[in-house]
């Protein structure tokens, strides 16, 4: 059993910075992942952790992903924040998920509940 807790999310005016946590607990594995949803639009990679990082490009330069194994947590440092960004975040993890499909959403069958963010311009 794997759950996810996210926290951390709210509203910032552009600029802004927030940290978003993901606290995992039950069974852990090594990769894990940031996406994010907007309305009306597909579930997108943000960012992983492995034993290196991946980033979006669009984020790239501006989050940071980040982990703490002693609290089992995982962190997504947000800043220089834009409109752009407004989105339910999630993070995700699974045993399966390799180099090649670390950025695709379709392969994490673990799941948070989401954090809500909101840029305002």
């Known amino acids: 059993q794997v759950q996810l807790v996210e926290s951390g999310g709210g509203l910032v005016q552009a600029g802004g910075s927030l940290r978003l946590s993901c606290a995992a607990s039950?069974?852990?594995?090594?990769?894990m992942g940031w996406f994010r949803q907007a309305p009306g639009k597909e579930r997108e990679f943000v960012a992983a952790?492995?034993?290196?990082?991946y980033y979006a490009d669009s984020v790239k330069g501006r989050f940071t992903i980040s982990r703490d194994n002693t609290k089992n947590t995982v962190y997504l440092q947000m800043n220089s924040l834009k409109p752009e960004d407004t989105a339910v975040y999630y993070c995700?993890?699974?045993?399966?998920?390799?180099?090649?499909?670390?950025?695709?959403?379709?392969?994490?069958?673990?799941w948070g509940q989401g954090t809500q963010v909101i840029v305002s311009s």
């Open positions: 995700a993890t699974d045993p399966a998920v390799t180099t090649a499909t670390i950025r695709v959403h379709a392969q994490y069958n673990y």
């Open positions: 039950g069974r852990t594995f090594s990769t």
């Open positions: 952790i492995t034993w290196t990082t």
